[in-house]
């Protein structure tokens, strides 16, 4: 029996490039980015502001706890994708996309409703504590960013890094217009509606993008072995990691409640958070070309890291030292009266930005060795920093102290990055950054800005 060709019209369609993939998707990723800390930067400006130091951290308390349970709930799915369908043969990168997704959807039905079912625990327990609206407001938008991160991470794997860095920013723009509505027409019964509408613009966009890519995929595409423990582990990293930037509001949410200290360090983290985002969106959307670079030899891709790295450390460096120069003056200006009672709440934060990118070369490399075990315990025990670091403080310093164990946290992380992956964090960048944050704690002190 003469075998049967293939129709030529569908290896056509299954081996298509993704529109908009190449040179024009990272384009329009950085065009994304560029908006992603424009929308940053304007909330941690025109939101506090508005709502003043209590209701902001009321704010930032849910948007930490919407967030830091997607990462966990998403387990890294994100950067198995991003790892593994790149390396794929072209003809077959849609059906192992497809094949990871199928995969997905029980696991994160099950997620889902066990969040439901321990919220609706802490309402009935803790009626005091956690009201029912705000409990509900919260679940639906987690429910809502988990679905799209299903579709988006579907996009980063074939190659649409804009679709990624869009939908985060389509995100916070959503909330910057949001909020404010709904805190005039409602008042703060109506403030946390702000997320869910903010979760639901980025599931729309991601709709809207990525619902025809699997369109044509193969079905009996396997899943590469390992690719999911990959992402277990890279999935517990980046929770950990989270965790670091979005535990000191949390911190001080349960030790102060609803307070102006729990508003200082929402302001302070969130501004640390913004950063750091920026940072490790540079190297996630550029983590499936920087797999092209690895196939050519490690040597190519780490030097490619290094060079970013020693560009974030001067930037980030001069930032700081800008900060301490202006921060009294234009805090005041840019957020309003309140915040300035917690000027030294944010010292920390200006302290800690010369090594903030140093964790983060660290992750990349560890991604690209297919080691995200070394990430985890990297992230891991920085988080076990800041967790002592506050522990210590914050009862002897208040807010102050729950910033400084960011600084602990992102300091031992560093260290240890430099210990296990010298080949990405060396020697010299390590130094670099220590030095720099050394010197912005001493400026700091100087000019009087920790009284």
Do not use: C
């Amino acid at each position: 029996m003469t075998p049967t060709r293939p129709d030529t019209a569908e290896i056509e369609a299954e081996s298509e490039a993704p529109p908009m993939a190449g040179g024009a998707a990272r384009a329009a990723a950085i065009q994304g980015k560029t908006i992603e800390i424009v929308t940053q930067a304007l909330m941690v400006t025109l939101l506090p502001r508005l709502l003043g130091p209590v209701e902001f951290g009321r704010l930032m308390v849910a948007v930490a706890v919407v967030t830091l349970t997607s990462v966990a709930i998403s387990l890294g799915a994100p950067a198995a994708f991003a790892r593994f369908v790149p390396a794929e043969p072209a003809d077959r990168r849609r059906g192992l996309a497809r094949a990871m997704t199928r995969h997905l959807l029980g696991i994160r039905a099950l997620q889902l409703t066990i969040a439901g079912g321990l919220a609706l625990v802490l309402v009935l327990v803790l009626p005091g504590r956690f009201a029912a609206p705000d409990a509900g407001w919260v679940v639906s938008a987690l429910a809502i960013d988990v679905a799209a991160v299903l579709g988006a991470q579907i996009a980063l794997g074939l190659g649409l890094t804009w679709v990624w860095s869009f939908r985060i920013a389509i995100k916070n723009a959503a909330l910057l217009l949001a909020v404010p509505a709904l805190y005039l027409l409602a008042g703060p019964a109506g403030l946390l509606a702000g997320i869910v509408v903010s979760a639901a613009a980025g599931f729309v966009f991601t709709v809207w993008t990525s619902g025809r890519l699997l369109r044509g995929a193969r079905s009996n595409v396997a899943i590469p072995e390992g690719a999911f423990r990959y992402g277990i582990v890279a999935g517990l990293a980046a929770f950990v990691g989270q965790f670091t930037y979005r535990g000191p509001v949390l911190a001080a949410g349960v030790v102060a409640g609803a307070s102006d200290q729990t508003g200082f360090v929402a302001l302070a983290s969130s501004i640390a958070l913004a950063v750091m985002l920026a940072v490790r969106e540079l190297f996630t959307v550029s983590l499936p070309e920087m797999v092209e670079h690895w196939g050519q030899g490690p040597g190519r891709a780490e030097r490619l890291t290094r060079r970013i790295g020693w560009w974030s450390i001067a930037v980030l460096t001069a930032g700081a030292l800008a900060g301490v120069a202006l921060i009294r003056p234009l805090l005041p200006l840019i957020v309003g009266e309140d915040f300035l009672a917690g000027l030294d709440v944010m010292v920390p934060v200006l302290v800690l930005l010369p090594l903030l990118p140093l964790p983060l070369l660290g992750w990349q490399v560890a991604a690209l060795q297919l080691r995200p075990h070394v990430a985890l315990a990297i992230n891991a025990a920085g988080v076990v920093a800041f967790i002592a670091t506050a522990a210590l403080l914050i009862p002897v310093w208040g807010g102050v102290g729950a910033t400084a164990g960011l600084v602990a946290g992102v300091l031992v992380s560093s260290v240890l990055s430099a210990w296990y992956l010298p080949q990405a964090v060396s020697p010299a960048l390590l130094g670099a950054g220590v030095v720099g944050s050394g010197a912005i704690a001493g400026l700091a002190v100087l000019a009087g800005l920790t009284a």
